[in-house]
């Protein structure tokens, strides 16, 4: 084996550890975010993975490779991480729904909410448009929220089997159970993630799909022209609206409308710059200033099922999300 | 019945996943020699040097199954309030996760 030529990148010198280190940084900070659920603790988690590595990189020795050396220390940094409490959610998973009427707006702590994150910065490119499909599958939102919700049989079998390396026969003694049961447990957990299982099943951004970017200009149009009738018929009929760091969230059509035209009057005659967050359709959304400039007001992440709006997720730390989706701090008038 | 005191496995900081084989190894002589039905897993010089990681979990799981195979149960003995955390998030707290306190008194009836 030794001297073998694939082996080369497993055992290659300290002095370029920096350079083969970096080339798996895009996807170390996709995992990472997966488990965290905040891009900006993803990257401090690759960065402190890539310090442990070039630390311990006297044990390492070549015996896996560079790759999954990297994977085993990124995920003990992101438990660690996890572990000092901050498991992320959405507001749907905390709260009852809350009803326009009578909302009252929450403040919570940012560091409860997931996190939007640009696909830049998680999704390695890659030539394979079948494999560029399934990392954007798996940044959505609610793929990040399933995965902090898998029952905990499927959490340990996936742990052991993926993370640990375990033999199914060995998680079946373990559980008590069958190897047929660990593989389905298995199978169970990467559904899950992979899609529905009480997840909405929300389309990732297509540009080659038609139907789906006249939805997107039909949307802006509508919220640009503050056409309520018209968004009323671009979203489904339980779609739900959240605003984090605000906890409440409200579903359906009436509701989402008089949020619109009451507590959201100010959007009127704002903007929308297209982006892409979580691998789907997302807006930074602009409102209109009295000397007809425009300035933040939310990153709009939009879910799309069947055809129709079903998720408006608004996020409104512009502060945080603007400058890392690379949208301006300000619109001058006319733009 | 003849009463043989649990077997007592302390684990000490840092626990790599290196030595895990050979934990289990040693609890398995051990077993066999003493005909033990119980094995106690002290995790106390962990928590005190702050670690609950994978390499812990490794250890935890592969200890148990080895008293398994042995016919033994065990208990963890002083888990930190991380590696609980830990059981937790990995799904295994139920698997693992018959804890005990030394020198306190055991949790008054929570629901």
Known sequence: MAGSSDLSGAAGTRGDLDLRMEKHRTELTGYCYRMLGSGFEAEDAVQDTFVRAWRAYDKFEGRSSLRSWLYRIATNVCLDMLNAGNKRARPMDLTDQAHQATAVLNERSEITWLEPVPDGRVLPSSADPAETAVARETVRLAFVAALQHLPAKQRAVLILREVLAWKASEVAELLDTSVASVNSALQRARATLADTGGVRETETIDPLDDDQQKLLDRYVAAFEGYDMETLTSLLHEDAIMSMPPFDLWLVGHEDIVNWHLVQGAKCRDGKLIATVANGTPAFGQYHLNEDGSYSPWALQVIEITDGKISGLNAFLDTKRWFPLFGLPEKLEAGA | ?111
């Not at chain 2, 000490?12 to 106690?40: F, K, M, N, S, W």
């Not at chain 2, 963890?76 to 018959?98: H, K, M, N, S």
């Open chain 2, 1 to 111: 019945m003849t009463a043989v005191e649990p077997l007592v496995v302390r684990l000490a900081a840092p626990l790599t996943r290196a030595q895990v084989p050979q934990l289990c190894e040693h609890l398995r002589g051990q077993l066999e020699l003493t005909g033990a039905a119980e094995v106690i897993v002290d995790t106390h010089a962990l928590h005190q040097a702050g670690q609950a990681d994978f390499a812990v979990i490794d250890a935890l799981a592969r200890l148990r199954l080895t008293a398994r195979r042995a016919g033994a149960g065990t208990r963890i003995r002083d888990p930190g309030p991380a590696l609980l955390r830990l059981l937790q998030l990995t799904g295994l707290a139920e698997t693992l996760g018959v804890v005990e306190h030394r020198g306190r008194e055991p949790d008054p009836d929570r629901t």
